[in-house]
Nanobody
Framework: QVQLVESGGGLVQAGGSLRLSCTAS????????MAWFRQAPGKEREFVAA???????YATDSVKGRFAISRDNAKNTVSLQMNSLKPEDTAVYFC????????????????WGQGTQVTVSS
């Protein structure tokens, strides 16, 4: 079972940038597909971006061209670079891991971090 800890959230103005990081421990990081999800108040948790064991990536349409997911297997970290942030990006962002192929489905991830708050002001 891998443990995940997110960092890097905060308050930023619209148009600004933030970089989220997630550090994993307790497992063989390179064997996990990793993903970022987010949850806004009163809404369901939704997929943001994922990266596979080979480094292939995909993201939800609303963040394509603005967000980029990457991983560093030597440091057991996955990052989410968020540019051109919008108020609608405001949410708690969660890191997730699964010992299989990457997925955009919440229920297919067994390991979750505690989340980090991202607030984008207009």
């Amino acid at each position: 079972q891998v443990q995940l800890v997110e960092s890097g959230g905060g308050l930023v103005q619209a148009g600004g940038s933030l970089r989220l990081s997630c550090t994993a421990s307790g497992g063989t990081f390179s064997t996990y597909a990793m993903a970022w999800f987010r949850q806004a108040p009163g809404k369901e948790r939704e997929f943001v971006a994922a990266i596979g064991r080979s480094g292939s990536t995909y993201a939800t349409d609303s963040v394509k061209g603005r967000f980029a997911i990457s991983r560093d297997n030597a440091k057991n970290t996955v990052s989410l670079q968020m540019n051109s942030l919008k108020p609608e990006d405001t949410a708690v962002y969660f890191c997730a891991a699964r010992p299989s192929l990457m997925s955009g489905r919440v229920y297919e991830y067994q390991n979750w971090g505690q989340g980090t708050q991202v607030t984008v002001s207009s």
